[in-house]
């Protein structure tokens, strides 16, 4: 047999294997939900939840940690579900980071990270629906309403506190009059 031969023959049986290995990575990836849909499920829950978008690089974000604001706001908020979703982390969920502060020990934290690069034009540049352009951004929902958005920077911890006690409340606008035009 030829050397040619040889070398086709031995890149077929090498490629089928690693082929039928990428159609099972890509069957996993269609069938898991992904961060974003997990988050958008999360969210709809009648109970408050706070998504934090952040990355383990990112100096704000370790400030942030540092603080140790967020760990204080877990434990003092017990039924508030805390969804740290790492982004523009190449994939990486910061976890490691996390744990050192304690926070993804915490019962009522989960840990997440989209998928997605931190450079380029790939980069994501909205999540779950709203735009995403700087980070830390701290969004808190309940029962499927965002009822605060902090887009752009470090979240002062007295004034998140006070928008979740504000999120508790069971006020309305409906019923009032409307403003004439």
Same mark, same amino acid.
């Given at each position: 047999?030829?050397?040619?031969?040889?070398?086709?023959?031995?890149?077929?049986?090498?490629?089928?294997?690693?082929?039928?290995?990428?159609?099972?990575?890509?069957?996993?990836?269609? *069938?898991?939900?992904? *961060?974003?849909?997990?988050?958008?499920?999360?969210?709809?829950?009648?109970?408050?939840?706070?998504? &934090?978008?952040?990355?383990?690089?990112?100096?704000?974000?370790? =400030?942030?940690?540092?603080?140790?604001?967020?760990?204080?706001?877990?434990?003092?908020?017990?039924?508030?579900?805390?969804?740290?979703?790492?982004?523009?982390?190449?994939?990486?969920?910061?976890?490691?980071?996390?744990?050192?502060?304690?926070?993804?020990?915490?019962?009522?934290? *989960?840990?997440?990270?989209?998928?997605?690069?931190?450079?380029?034009? =790939?980069?994501?540049?909205?999540?779950?629906?709203?735009?995403?352009?700087?980070?830390? *951004?701290?969004?808190?929902?309940?029962?499927?309403?965002? &009822?605060? =958005?902090?887009?752009?920077?470090?979240?002062?911890?007295?004034?998140?506190?006070?928008?979740?006690?504000?999120?508790?409340?069971?006020?309305? &606008?409906?019923?009032?009059?409307?403003?004439?035009?």
């Amino acid at each position: 047999m030829s050397i040619l031969r040889i070398s086709i023959l031995a890149s077929l049986i090498l490629v089928v294997p690693l082929r039928a290995g990428a159609q099972g990575r890509d069957r996993d990836l269609l *069938t898991s939900p992904s *961060t974003e849909q997990k988050i958008l499920a999360a969210i709809k829950s009648p109970d408050l939840s706070v998504v &934090h978008l952040w990355a383990p690089w990112c100096s704000n974000c370790q =400030a942030e940690l540092k603080s140790g604001g967020w760990l204080k706001m877990a434990k003092d908020n017990p039924q508030v579900k805390f969804y740290f979703v790492s982004v523009w982390n190449d994939g990486g969920d910061g976890k490691s980071m996390l744990s050192k502060f304690q926070i993804a020990d915490q019962p009522n934290v *989960t840990v997440l990270a989209d998928p997605g690069p931190r450079r380029g034009e =790939a980069k994501i540049k909205q999540f779950a629906g709203m735009p995403l352009s700087w980070i830390p *951004t701290t969004w808190v929902y309940k029962g499927g309403d965002l &009822h605060y =958005a902090l887009n752009y920077g470090e979240v002062r911890f007295p004034v998140l506190q006070q928008f979740l006690e504000d999120s508790k409340s069971e006020w309305s &606008h409906k019923g009032e009059p409307k403003l004439p035009e």
